[in-house]
């Protein structure tokens, strides 16, 4: 009987704490930073910073963010209501323009995870909110190289040095 008291207590009490950590109306703000000098990198790294503010106030909730299929945790940074979603892709598969990320909370997260598993489409699952990252792209170099222009125009410096000695002494 006490037992069962405590179990009744404790499911009361998990429902309310799950319950009351569900966000509504949320609003986003956010700002990005991505690589845009590719000459001498491997990787382009993207960085989102957000602020989510919630309509019933809710703050400090786990995020989750998932990006062209993979998922990742988002970080908080400083204040309950900050975050930080980053993540890098090589120069040659890097493409200009934007990027969306999906953030999901707790309940979204497992959804999402679910339907993963059941080989459902994972996209069915609506995101919390979608905050878009532009890569405008990166720079990757001239497309000639100084070293290959120096050797064309001594060639050429050559060439004509030449021919003109040759006119000179015929």
């Keep these: 009987m006490i037992s069962t008291k405590f179990s009744l207590v404790y499911v009361t009490f998990l429902f309310a704490y799950v319950s009351a950590n569900v966000c509504t109306k949320p609003e986003v703000v956010a700002s990005a930073y991505t690589t845009q000098d590719a000459t001498v990198l491997t990787n382009i790294a993207f960085v989102a910073e957000f602020t989510l503010k919630c309509g019933n106030q809710v703050s400090g909730l786990p995020l989750y963010a998932e990006i062209n299929g993979k ?32 953030l999901y909370d707790e309940e979204g997260y497992a959804a999402m995870r679910k339907a993963i598993r059941s080989g459902e ?22 497309w000639v190289n100084s070293e290959f222009m120096a050797a064309v125009l001594s060639v050429l410096v050559w060439y004509v040095a030449f021919s003109a000695k040759s006119k000179l002494l015929a």
Excluded: F, M
């Excluded at 900050?82 to 969306?100: C, H, I, L, N, P």
């Design 71 to 102: 998922t990742l945790p988002a970080a908080r940074v400083g204040d309950d209501n900050k975050y930080q979603v980053s993540w890098t892709e090589e120069v040659k598969k890097a493409r200009s323009g934007d990027y969306s990320i999906n």
């Design 121 to 142: 489409d994972p996209a069915s699952v609506k995101p919390l909110v979608t905050v878009v990252v532009n890569h405008p792209g990166a720079y990757q170099g001239p």
